[in-house]
């Protein structure tokens, strides 16, 4: 006797948007608002123009590249940089 794949009554469909990670152009929300604000501030701010659209397309193609391998780049990203100091030799 094998056991049932799912258990009536125990099974809950769930909302795409529940698991995907919230994306602006391909790269996570936060991430991307970071990029654009440090290609702001060289462009805007410093008025170095060509160095703010060279971060921010640089940066933007980077992370984009990055989130289309692991859409959950960042939090592991994150979590590495926290823990890095505990699992050194």
Do not use: K, N
Not at 65 to 75: E, K, Y
């Amino acid at each position: 006797m094998s056991a049932p794949d799912h258990l009536e009554g125990f099974t809950v469909p769930l909302h795409r948007a529940l698991v995907e990670p919230v994306l602006l152009a391909g790269v996570p929300r936060g991430l991307a608002i970071m990029i654009a604000t440090l290609a702001a501030a060289l462009g805007l701010g410093m008025q170095m123009w060509i160095a703010g659209l060279v971060t921010w397309l640089l940066g933007h193609s980077i992370a984009a590249m990055a989130t289309r391998r692991d859409s959950q780049i960042v939090p592991v990203l994150i979590r590495h940089a926290r823990q890095s100091g505990y699992w050194a030799c």
